[in-house]
């Protein structure tokens, strides 16, 4: 099929070669004179590196066996990789470089012509059938145009990637597909950059059953220290006065995109889809498309803020408490804690109306619709950016197996649709270690709860010892010391642990044999999200709803392992739950922009620094770090590209943060605007600057994190409804006002007395609570909780019922743009017509053959061509090199 981006008719002529652009398919490369072999035109696909240490024995001591059995191992499978990608047609050149002990060898990989066009029939790539020239826009540019406004935003960025009509690589039909004279940019270079993956994880080194098969194995076990595909130069920009047309496409994202002047621009999305794929400009879009949404709920949150501050002012049970003196005598908040005065928590009480007024309930209801909308319009761009960069029907047609599932799947099945023999995964296998899998989710949760009690007891237990000391000052902030230490400490559990799990998902995710990456990449990220999303949120949900709802009363206190269960602060719940999440959610956020702004840096300067080369070749000149060193070697010094996971769990995070808990902290959509600022710019830089080339991948959309946003949208709804119910003060507020007339008196309404047998020297003192002097509830307790239940109930069906109606208002997909696939459908078809007598014969013959599973054969000792099922390979036509051109 074909994809158009045009916004206008196309033409109704069918589609014909169109005379070349100025411009390449091939991605730019202005250093493509040193990204070559030795002989000056040979292009580099990819480099695989590893190191060895030249070191002797010293004379009497004993060489160790096992280091020297390890290292036989990995020349073996080292020697046997490179003999089947030889065999596979890959060139290859070495090169050494040695550095002191080290010796670090560098094997340069091309694929010729020939692989090139066999690989893109099999992964199914889509090529050029002609250029189609689109202007892009989006929602913010048209609605500052209709106002009149200068768009601050819009910058012109040089070289925009032109669009195509494209379609699927047919070997028989080269001749039609627009480029095809020149083979050295008919492929682009990411394309280039993905057949030899594809070839390099498909390629076996050992015994299958094993698992040893496929590049990313031999990383793992150090076999090979690195495989990327290079830059295309460096990104600095050139010393004096350029055209900027004549930068390469590193360089223009660097001076467009990644440069800290850049914080205000919009982001160059089809550049950045042009160099690193459709997987990572997909997630930068999310990206700045979530920033930009979160700047109204950022300056409602401040709205509401002032608000808060303004009723602080005005407060009449804020001035009630504060002039109270001792005419509130409280009891005490432990077994060994003395009387207080309920005027001396103003400050805090005064602190938490900023979070507990009535703004917060129209605060909630606005970040829950806001939620939903957020979600509905991100799907139309998704939507539009899919199919102008020809994903739109990637998972469901043109996705193909994962390279490490094609090699080590134990049985073959024939495609009912296309009729190629297929890698087949038994089910029942699979449904057996996704279970076992799901054993160890659950098993780690459990862990999870097991650190979160300890630190309810650390909490206790501080508190206890705090009182105990002699400092009047310690002995009343026990509580809030106690809670704030809590948290610091919670934070440092949640990172310890998270490390620990993600690497056993990993594991499991791998051993469980999904089919495709997309499949393989939900499933992990699945994994992971539970066990984070009860990692980071458990302290804050059991603070928000059950921290002092099971302590009893005075003279009738519950306990835990023979410790009276916690209770809320002198303040209340509300203020230890915003403590809490400023403390989580903006001391993550630090820690990790200060990770990702250091530590990069300074792995950069050691990597730089270890890997100074002495030697080339045996040559034995030094070679300077810059512009001497080969781009093998400078990319070498680079960082490793880990994936987009930990990006996006950092955002869906954040993401539940400014929701699920949005009652307590009206200022959170504020602190994830400005970190998501600085994020937008760190991770540019990381991934223009600092990382090696990561492969380029096709994605759909961001995959299995829509639907947890979904979730996390629905759980807001609830959280909120309960937060404001019963954590609030807003609704006894709001039950007293009505049946008094007045807020006067409402301190008094919520203290009640204790009972008798609890009081010490017959002193009288109050505690929070509906009840009577013998402990029992009064009235009051159960109107409010028949009011309490109300609200959550109209809470939740208003909110869901506004968010079902937006949902249906705003559909998922552009009419245009479906429209525009149903136009290029036809398209297609109309273009393709001279082959379908043939397709439908071919189809028929593939109906009458059995559908059975069969086991497979023995492997064959090469991984490309020849161990491609005989199915799929009897249709590709073998395409000569020049070389052979010539040589006939």
């Given amino acids: 099929m074909m994809k158009s981006k045009r916004n206008d008719d196309d033409s109704s002529t069918l589609i014909g070669l169109s005379e070349m652009s100025d411009q390449t398919y091939g991605t730019m490369d202005s250093e493509k004179d040193r990204n070559v072999f030795s002989d000056g035109v040979t292009r580099i696909d990819f480099v695989l590196v590893w190191e060895e240490t030249l070191s002797v024995p010293k004379p009497g001591e004993a060489e160790d066996k096992s280091t020297h059995s390890v290292h036989d191992t990995h020349t073996k499978w080292r020697t046997e990789f490179l003999s089947r990608l030889r065999t596979s047609g890959i060139k290859q050149e070495t090169r050494e470089v040695q550095q002191g002990k080290t010796k670090i060898t560098f094997v340069l990989l091309n694929a010729p012509w020939s692989v090139l066009c066999y690989y893109a029939e099999e992964i199914s790539l889509r090529v050029p059938l002609q250029v189609v020239t689109t202007p892009t826009s989006n929602w913010s540019a048209k609605v500052l145009d209709k106002c009149g406004i200068p768009n601050i935003m819009a910058q012109e960025v040089p070289n925009p990637p032109p669009d195509y009509y494209t379609c699927q690589f047919r070997t028989n039909k080269l001749e039609r597909f627009l480029g095809n004279e020149n083979k050295d940019t008919f492929f682009k270079t990411t394309q280039r950059h993905q057949i030899l993956y594809e070839i390099l994880s498909r390629t076996q080194y050992g015994v299958l059953k094993r698992g040893e098969v496929g590049v990313a194995r031999l990383v793992s076990e150090n076999v090979f220290t690195a495989a990327y595909p290079l830059h295309e130069g460096p990104y600095e920009m050139p010393k004096g006065t350029v055209d900027p047309k004549s930068l390469s496409l590193r360089q223009i994202l660097h001076q467009y995109w990644a440069r800290w002047g850049c914080w205000r621009k919009y982001q160059p999305l089809d550049h950045i889809r042009e160099y690193f794929g459709e997987k990572i400009a997909l997630y930068f879009a999310w990206l700045g498309f979530y920033t930009g949404w979160l700047l109204p709920t950022a300056v409602t949150g401040i709205v509401v803020s002032l608000f808060g501050i303004w009723l602080v002012i005005i407060d009449v049970p804020a001035r009630e408490l504060c002039d109270s003196g001792g005419d509130f005598r409280m009891c005490p908040l432990c077994n060994i804690c003395n009387y207080w005065n309920l005027s001396s928590i103003c400050t805090s009480y005064q602190a938490g109306l900023l979070f507990d007024n009535g703004g917060t309930v129209f605060f909630s209801i606005f970040m829950s619709l806001w939620a939903v909308t957020f979600l509905e319009y991100w799907k139309r761009t998704s939507a539009i950016l899919s199919h102008r960069w020809d994903c739109s029907e990637f998972e469901e047609v043109e996705e193909r197996p994962r390279p490490e599932f094609t090699a080590m799947a134990p049985m073959t099945v024939r495609n009912p649709v296309t009729g190629a023999e297929e890698p087949y995964f038994p089910e029942r296998r699979r449904l057996n270690r996704t279970l076992t899998g799901n054993m160890v989710i ?55 642990l998270s490390r620990l799990y993600m690497y056993l998902a990993q594991i499991l995710t791998r051993w469980e044999m999904h089919r495709t990456q997309t499949k393989y990449e939900d499933a992990y990220i699945l994994k992971v999200f539970i066990f984070q999303f009860v990692n980071f949120y458990s302290s804050p949900v059991y603070i928000a709803f059950f921290k002092g709802r099971f302590v009893g009363h005075p003279g009738n206190y519950y306990s835990l392992l023979g410790i009276r269960n916690e209770d809320c602060g002198s303040a209340g719940c509300l203020i230890e739950l915003a403590q809490e999440l400023l403390v989580i959610m903006v001391g993550k956020q630090i820690i990790n922009n200060v990770q990702e702004f250091v530590l990069p840096k300074l792995k950069a300067w050691w990597q730089k620094r270890k890997l100074r080369p002495v030697q080339v070749d045996g040559a034995g000149g030094d070679l300077e770090i810059g512009e001497l060193a080969t781009p093998w070697e400078r990319d070498y010094r680079l960082l490793l590209c880990e994936g987009l996971f930990d990006e996006y769990l950092e955002m869906v995070l954040q993401f539940g943060f400014i929701t699920i808990f949005v009652a307590a902290c009206p200022l959170a959509p504020f602190f994830a605007l400005v970190n998501n600022w600085v994020e937008v710019r760190l991770d540019a830089q990381k991934f223009v600057c600092e990382y090696r080339r990561p492969v380029a991948e096709r994605a759909q959309d961001i995959g299995i994190w829509l639907t947890i946003l979904q979730v996390i949208t629905y759980l807001a709804v609830i959280s909120n409804a309960f937060l404001i119910a019963f954590t609030s003060d807003f609704l006894p507020r709001l039950y007293y006002r009505y049946t008094r007339g007045s807020l006067e008196g409402y301190i008094n309404f919520t203290l009640s007395v204790a009972p008798h047998n609890f009081t010490r020297n017959h002193t009288e003192c109050r505690y929070r609570g509906l009840r009577d002097e013998e402990g029992h509830h009064l009235p009051e307790y159960f109107h409010l909780l028949a009011i309490r239940l109300t609200f959550v109930i109209i809470f939740e069906h208003l909110v869901f019922f506004i968010g079902r109606l937006i949902d249906w208002m705003v559909p998922d997909m552009p009419e245009e743009v479906e429209i525009k696939i149903k136009r290029e459908h036809y398209m297609a078809k109309e273009a393709l017509a001279e082959n379908q007598s043939l397709a439908k014969v071919v189809m028929d013959e593939r109906e009458k053959q059995s559908t059975d599973l069969r086991y497979r054969g023995k492997p064959q000792s090469s991984v490309t061509p020849s161990s491609t099922p005989v199915s799929s390979r009897s249709k590709l036509t073998h395409v000569p090199d020049d070389d052979e051109k010539t040589s006939s």
């Fill in 442 to 496: 659950i098993l780690m949760v459990s862990v999870v709860l097991m650190f979160l009690i300890a630190i309810i007891l650390y909490r206790t237990i501080l508190s206890i010892i705090i009182s105990r000391s002699k400092s009047s000052f310690f002995i009343f902030s026990a509580g809030r010391i106690a809670s704030l230490t809590g948290s610091i400490l919670n934070l440092i559990v949640i990172l310890m």
